[in-house]
């Protein structure tokens, strides 16, 4: 079993709908998660940045973290054209990320079909 | 601002040759991270490197290698490359303890 598990895709969805991204993980030592954001031929771009389990809202993006059940969830509401991109779950032990290194899922392609 | 910054963005290296790929952080931040997006892979860490010091590596073999310059630019070698190194390299740097990374655009590495 993978630590970390993300649905590749595609995910196709009309512009305007609510969008629902998510991981699961393996490993409770997890403390951080992030989303982050990858156009094409581009780095990935931190979109949101959560510690422990709760909601944490930056404007159409909410990001949720169930530890309990090892589960967190990005939303997008609203959904522009220029919001297809692939997403990246993303999480680690320590506050910088830095003893271990950050652990990825995969990524989901996300289209918002315009 | 400007951002952090990898060049080149594309390197061609026949198997078995030296890779050579720079990094400069954010201006004020101290660690970079460096990480391989190989296709169907996903994001790789690699090393980490602060304050001049390799600080941790990931399940990387002794042939990647780096360095962390005084000006805290970052420079990664892949020696005796072989065809699975194909890959995008990504640079990230971070103000140490501070949330989240930023990564620059890669180097695009291709071993043929």
């Known amino acids: 079993q993978k630590e970390v598990e993300q649905d590749p895709g595609p995910l196709s969805v009309p512009e305007g709908a609510i969008v629902s991204l998510n991981c699961t993980y393996s490993?409770?030592?997890?403390?951080?998660f992030m989303w982050y954001r990858q156009y094409s031929r581009k780095g990935p771009e931190l979109l949101m940045y959560t510690y422990s389990s709760g909601n944490k809202e930056d404007g159409r993006f909410t990001a949720q973290v169930d530890k309990s059940s090892k589960y967190i969830s990005l939303f997008i509401r609203d959904s522009q054209p220029s919001d297809s991109a692939t997403y990246l779950c993303?999480?680690?032990?320590?506050?910088?990320?830095?003893?271990?290194?950050?652990?990825f899922g995969k990524g989901t392609h996300l289209i918002i079909q315009p | 601002e400007a951002g952090v910054t990898q060049s080149p963005t594309h390197l061609i290296k026949t198997r078995g040759q030296q890779a050579t790929l720079r990094c400069s952080p954010i201006?004020?931040?101290?660690?970079v991270y460096w990480y391989q997006q190989a296709l169907g892979l996903g994001l790789q860490f690699l090393l980490w490197y602060d304050e001049g010091e390799e600080r941790n590596r990931g399940n990387f073999p002794p042939r990647f290698s780096g360095r962390q310059f005084p000006n805290y630019s970052s420079e990664l070698n892949v020696n005796a490359l072989e065809l699975e190194d194909s890959a995008l390299y990504l640079c990230?740097?971070?103000?140490?303890?501070?949330?989240?990374?930023?990564f620059g655009s890669g180097t695009r590495l291709t071993v043929v």
């Open positions: 490993n409770s030592a997890f403390q951080y």
């Open positions: 990230a740097s971070s103000f140490s303890l501070n949330y989240g990374y930023t």
């Open positions: 993303a999480m680690s032990k320590g506050s910088g990320g830095g003893a271990d290194g950050l652990t």
């Open positions: 201006s004020g931040h101290t660690s």
